[in-house]
T-cell receptor
Framework: DAGVTQSPTHLIKTRGQHVTLRCSPI?????VSWYQQVLGQGPQFIFQ???????GRGNFPDRFSARQFPNYSSELNVNALLLGDSALYLC??????????????????FGPGTRLLVL | DAKTTQPNSMESNEEEPVHLPCNHS???????IHWYRQLPSQGPEYVIH???SNVNNRMASLAIAEDRKSSTLILHRATLRDAAVYYC???????FGQGTELSVKP
C-alpha cells in the first residue's frame, strides 16, 4: 500500500513569496496533520484536519493556512515567506477511532516531508 | 497539553537491549502514549502505542507504569539501523519534545 506522499520534495523560494505544499494521505485515512520541523528540533504541530474540517491549530501566525479536499488530500499554504520559515514540512495521516471511555485513538503515519528553503 | 520528559541522548551497544524512559506525570486518563522515531533525513516513523497495558509488536515493547506517569520503550536487540531520535508523545495531537537521540555502537 502507498504511504503518505508529499510534493514537492524540495523547494526554494525568496522572502515575501507564497508557497503551497501538497499531501496525499494513506487510503482510508480521513485525518491529515501538518508539522514544521526546523533543523535540530522536533516537529511542531501546525494544523489537523478531519473530514475536511479544521480540528486543531498550533501556535503559528495567520500566514499559515491549510485545507482538506473531498478526497482527503490536503494543502498547506504559507504567505509572505520569511527566512525563518525554512524547514522540513511534514504531513501525517491517521485513521481516527473513537474508543468509548478512552477518547480518540489515532496513530499518525508521516510522509517524507517537503524541504523548504527561503532565501 | 500534557508534557513528556526524556533524556537528551542514550548510547547502546549493538545486539544489546535498550530501555528508553519517558516521564509524563501530567498524563490524563484518556491520553494514549505514542512512540515515534526519526531516522536522519526522514519523517517520523510510528513505533508503538498503548494506553494502560504493556504492548508488544515486531519493532519494540512498551512498558507502562501502573500509575501511567512513566513508560519505557524497549528495543530487545539494538541494531545499527535503530540509531535515531525517539519521541515519546501523549494523545492524538502530537506535541513533539526534543526526544532521545539513540546511538548504537558496533
Amino acid at each position: 500500500d502507498a504511504g503518505v506522499t508529499q510534493s514537492p520534495t524540495h523547494l526554494i523560494k525568496t522572502r515575501g513569496q507564497h508557497v503551497t505544499l501538497r499531501c496525499s494521505p494513506i487510503s482510508g485515512h480521513k485525518s491529515v496533520s501538518w508539522y514544521q520541523q526546523v533543523l535540530g528540533q522536533g516537529p511542531q504541530f501546525i494544523f489537523q484536519y478531519y473530514e475536511k474540517e479544521e480540528r486543531g491549530r498550533g501556535n503559528f501566525p495567520d500566514r499559515f493556512s491549510a485545507r482538506q479536499f473531498p478526497n482527503y488530500s490536503s494543502e498547506l499554504n504559507v504567505n509572505a515567506l520569511l527566512l525563518g520559515d525554512s524547514a522540513l514540512y511534514l504531513c501525517a495521516s491517521s485513521f481516527n477511532v473513537w474508543v468509548t471511555g478512552q477518547g480518540w485513538e489515532e496513530t499518525q503515519y508521516f510522509g517524507p516531508g517537503t524541504r523548504l528553503l527561503v532565501l | 497539553d500534557a508534557k513528556t520528559t526524556q533524556p537528551n541522548s542514550m548510547e547502546s551497544n549493538e545486539e544489546e537491549p535498550v530501555h528508553l524512559p519517558c516521564n509524563h506525570s501530567t498524563i490524563s486518563g484518556t491520553d494514549y502514549i505514542h512512540w515515534y522515531r526519526q531516522l536522519p533525513s526522514q519523517g517520523p516513523e510510528y513505533v508503538i502505542h498503548g494506553l494502560t497495558s504493556n504492548v508488544n509488536n515486531r519493532m519494540a515493547s512498551l512498558a507502562i507504569a501502573e500509575d501511567r506517569k512513566s513508560s519505557t520503550l524497549i528495543l530487545h536487540r539494538a541494531t545499527l539501523r535503530d540509531a535515531a531520535v525517539y519521541y515519546c508523545i501523549l494523545g492524538g495531537k502530537l506535541i513533539f519534545g526534543q526526544g532521545t537521540e539513540l546511538s548504537v555502537k558496533p
